[in-house]
Antibody
Framework: QLQLQESGPGLVKPSETLSLTCTVS??????????WGWIRQPPGKGLEWIGS???????YYTPSLKSRVTISVDTSKNQFSLKLSSVTAADTAVYFC???????????WGQGTQVTVSS | FMLTQPHSVSESPGKTVTISCTGS????????VQWYQQRPGSAPTTVIY?????PSGVPDRFSGSIDSSSNSASLTISGLKTDDEADYYC?????????FGGGTKLTV
């Protein structure tokens, strides 16, 4: 069964870069079986899609964050990563990674990781 | 493209509740709709995918459907249990963008 686990610093200073990693187990991150995505949830608010990595290698980002976001994959470690630059307090949220089966859109979520932006 | 959900719904144990998810434009039937359950302090989990399919382990009290005439998707939960109390989010796609509804708080 596919499992995902987020990791990274829980505290980031304003103007710095937030870096998170999602480690995938139970299946290979390579190949054409899955889409991979990052979603965040600010305190007391709903889910916000950040961006996705398709098996073609193409990435898609939400327009409001596109200038600051990079999603990449490390197949040797079975991981994919999120980098969000120039963070502010508005980027404080729980960050989730998500793996979605391409043929039927069945999704498996990571447990989430809290990231606070503060000096 | 946006997905609109009611902010909250409330129903008694044992009853049936339906949560709607309305697409702002185009046809909601163009792309699959998923439904996620999120209990307080926990990650979301999938309760419905591909419009109406249930992952293993999700009881058949949960069902999903699409209504093209109203451009909406629905999540129906029958035989409500207090354990069903959670936030529910619909999700679909607009081109290659993933779109989430604003979420519905279900009180049982």
């Amino acid at each position: 069964q596919l499992q995902l686990q987020e990791s990274g610093p829980g505290l980031v200073k304003p103007s710095e870069t937030l870096s998170l990693t999602c480690t995938v187990s139970g299946d290979s991150i390579s190949g054409s079986r899955y889409y991979w995505g990052w979603i965040r949830q600010p305190p007391g608010k709903g889910l916000e899609w950040i961006g996705s990595l398709y098996y073609t290698g193409i990435t898609y980002y939400t327009p409001s964050l596109k200038s600051r976001v990079t999603i990449s994959v490390d197949t040797s470690k079975n991981q994919f990563s999120l980098k969000l630059s120039s963070v502010t307090a508005a980027d404080t949220a729980v960050y989730f990674c998500l793996g979605v089966v391409v043929i039927n859109m069945l999704g498996q979520w990571g447990q989430g990781t809290q990231v606070t932006v503060s000096s | 493209f946006m997905l609109t959900q009611p902010h909250s719904v409330s129903e008694s144990p044992g009853k049936t509740v339906t949560i709607s998810c309305t697409g702002s434009s185009g046809s909601i039937a163009t792309n699959y709709v998923q439904w996620y359950q999120q209990r307080p302090g926990s990650a979301p989990t999938t309760v419905i995918y591909q419009n109406s399919l249930r992952p293993s382990g999700v009881p058949d009290r949960f069902s999903g459907s699409i209504d093209s005439s109203s451009n909406s998707a629905s999540l129906t939960i029958s035989g409500l249990k207090t354990d069903d109390e959670a936030d529910y989010y619909c999700q679909s796609h607009d081109s290659s963008k993933w779109v989430f509804g604003g979420g519905t708080k279900l009180t049982v």
